[in-house]
């Protein structure tokens, strides 16, 4: 599978973004899909997390009530809304797709379940 994320950019504190995540080559509704993100000089941590059907969805704490994932498997594309952005959000955020059955909060706040990942896509947060 090949991910094209896409939809970073520079916004004000409070400001919202949407990513979007194209992807190609496989059966894209039989995947799980995750977004991460890493800050400069940070580990990549687990921002949110979506099931193959889209019926699960894991949102990491610092994130939720603001960030939604969401899928258009019609479209082989995964989103994630951001709104009520504040500067700690700024970070390269990365899609990535995991084919394992097993969808969990174990297994989908996990990098090492993930087996595809895209480059990335900058958001900056600016206060």
């Known amino acids: 599978v090949q991910l094209q994320a896409s939809g970073g950019g520079l916004v004000q504190s409070g400001g919202s973004l949407r990513l979007s995540c194209a992807a190609a080559g496989r059966t894209f509704s039989n995947y799980a899909m995750g977004w991460f993100r890493q800050a400069p000089g940070k580990e990549r941590e687990f921002v949110a997390a979506i099931s193959w059907s889209g019926g699960i969805a894991y949102v990491a704490d610092s994130a939720k009530g603001r960030f939604t994932i969401s899928r258009g498997n019609a479209k082989n594309t995964v989103y994630l809304q951001m709104n009520s952005l504040k500067p700690e959000d700024t970070a390269v955020y990365y899609c990535?797709?995991?084919?394992?059955?097993?969808?969990?909060?174990?297994?989908?706040?996990?990098?090492?379940?993930?087996?595809?990942w895209g480059l990335g896509t900058l958001v900056t947060v600016s206060s």
């Open positions: 990535a797709a995991a084919r394992n059955n097993v969808f969990s909060v174990e297994t989908a706040t996990n990098i090492l379940h993930y087996d595809y």
